[in-house]
């Protein structure tokens, strides 16, 4: 009636949500569109009601042992979601930039200016910096 009573649950991904990731192109080939679900919640967005959205891999969560029920079930497990993003109150799809998350760079420990050797690799003596070297 008022839904009060509805239960909160991931749906399949609507037509226009699905045109707008196929359109977007960046979401990985491995993950069929036909297998992702979505949950979403309610809020604002520059003083205007929108309908936020996560689209997640259900079999990705099951393997994690996570039953995503709400959109807030999905907080602590970012890695999870395929795509996020917000729904106007006219129907368009507003897809936010996939979150890449980058291997950290090697730290390059620097004395004077100068780089400094890594103590933490093993030390090599001379004749195995020969025996590696492919040009000798």
Do not use: C, W
Request: net charge positive.
């Amino acid at each position: 009636m008022f839904g009060l009573f509805r239960r909160s649950a991931p749906r399949p991904l609507s037509d226009a949500i699905r045109q707008a990731i196929d359109k977007d192109g960046v979401t990985p080939a491995a993950s069929d569109s036909s297998q992702l679900r979505m949950v979403e919640s309610g809020g604002r967005y520059s003083d205007r009601k929108v309908t936020y959205f996560r689209v997640f891999a259900p079999v990705l969560a099951a393997q994690q042992s996570l039953d995503v029920r709400k959109y807030k079930d999905l907080d602590q497990h970012q890695g999870l979601i395929v795509r996020s993003g917000h729904v106007e109150h006219d129907g368009t799809v507003i897809l936010t930039r996939p979150v890449v998350v980058r291997a950290a760079a090697p730290a390059v420990r620097t004395r004077a200016g100068r780089a400094v050797p890594n103590l933490d690799a093993p030390a090599m003596d001379d004749a195995a910096v020969a025996a590696s070297d492919p040009t000798s």
